[in-house]
């Protein structure tokens, strides 16, 4: 039986879903993680959860340490990871409240530690493949538990990371939507990297909770509108994670 790890983001860390919960803090080779583990089970299932900002949503977007919540996860024994992700919708259909099973990224992140390679042994570079870097099984088993609970969902699209925090300007978001990208977030880039790196099949459920600011028809985002459209809608997240778990 899998042991699952669990990246919540903003708003979406809730360890209230696991049975006999109990905190793990731990060390990694790269400092602590952003919380410690939340350990538990569902269905009786082993799952860690790891609040990818911190449990009090103090690590601003650049200073999470990624290399040190995936190091934790992997060290639990975790060979899958569900990532829970807040997005602003970069295109008409995917409407506030809808969750994108993310399938590519565009990394247009610029100071953040990108890999656990940083330097090879001689003769022996490390370049991890990145063509698909979320795992098929376990993208399928979210979009299968987004319609089992019938919740308006896509079952694709791309999401471009940017620095943060602060949101984009309009001709940034207009770029990013010449670029092909369906969301923008903060924080998918290098998280979806590391965990390919270590070699745990990784793949992320997000929630569009804004427009970013490329609609010209309305209000800009700001985080007063993405934090009530995560109250309004994080039970959506939580039932896909579930599911999902459940079905591993």
């Given at each position: 039986?899998?042991t699952?790890?669990?990246i919540?983001?903003?708003?979406?860390?809730?360890?209230?879903?696991?049975e006999n919960a109990?905190?793990?803090?731990?060390?990694?080779p790269?400092?602590?993680?952003a919380?410690?583990?939340?350990?538990?089970?569902?269905?009786?299932?082993?799952?860690?959860l790891v609040?990818?900002h911190?449990?009090?949503?103090?690590?601003?977007?650049?200073?999470?340490?990624n290399r040190?919540?995936?190091?934790?996860?992997?060290?639990?024994?975790?060979?899958?990871?569900?990532a829970?992700t807040?997005?602003g919708?970069?295109?008409?259909?995917?409407?506030?409240?809808?969750l994108?099973?993310?399938d590519?990224f565009?990394?247009?992140?610029?100071?953040?530690?990108l890999?656990?390679f940083?330097e090879?042994?001689?003769h022996?570079?490390?370049?991890t493949?990145m063509?698909?870097?979320?795992?098929?099984?376990?993208?399928?088993?979210l979009?299968?538990?987004?319609?089992a609970a019938?919740?308006?969902?896509?079952?694709?699209g791309?999401?471009?990371?940017?620095?943060g925090?602060?949101f984009?300007?309009r001709?940034?978001s207009n770029?990013?939507?010449?670029?092909?990208?369906?969301?923008?977030?903060?924080?998918?880039a290098?998280?979806?990297?590391?965990?390919?790196?270590?070699?745990?099949?990784y793949?992320?459920?997000a929630?569009?909770?804004d427009?970013?600011?490329w609609?010209t028809?309305?209000?800009a985002v700001?985080?007063?509108?993405?934090?009530r459209?995560?109250q309004?809608n994080?039970?959506?997240?939580?039932?896909?994670?579930?599911?999902?778990?459940?079905?591993?």
């Open positions: 039986m899998r699952i790890g669990i919540g983001g903003s708003g979406l860390d809730d360890p209230d879903i696991l109990q905190d793990m803090v731990v060390q990694t790269f400092g602590p993680p919380s410690p583990l939340k350990t538990g089970t569902i269905a009786g299932r082993k799952v860690a609040a990818r911190g449990r009090q949503h103090t690590d601003s977007p650049t200073k999470v340490n040190a919540n995936l190091w934790a996860l992997r060290d639990f024994g975790c060979d899958a990871i569900l829970t807040a997005v919708s970069l295109r008409e259909d995917i409407e506030r409240g809808d994108v099973v993310l590519q565009i990394d247009f992140t610029r100071l953040r530690a890999t656990f940083e090879f042994e001689p022996a570079p490390s370049h493949p063509a698909e870097p979320f795992d098929a099984a376990l993208r399928e088993t979009c299968f538990a987004c319609s019938n919740i308006q969902h896509h079952t694709t791309t999401v471009v990371t940017i620095e925090p602060r984009s300007t001709a940034e770029m990013f939507r010449a670029w092909g990208a369906d969301v923008i977030n903060m924080s998918t290098p998280e979806c990297i590391l965990a390919n790196e270590l070699g745990i099949p793949a992320a459920v929630m569009s909770t427009y970013d600011c609609k028809d309305e209000a700001t985080w007063e509108e993405v934090l459209t995560f309004e994080v039970t959506k997240v939580t039932k896909v994670l579930l599911e999902s778990v459940r079905a591993l």
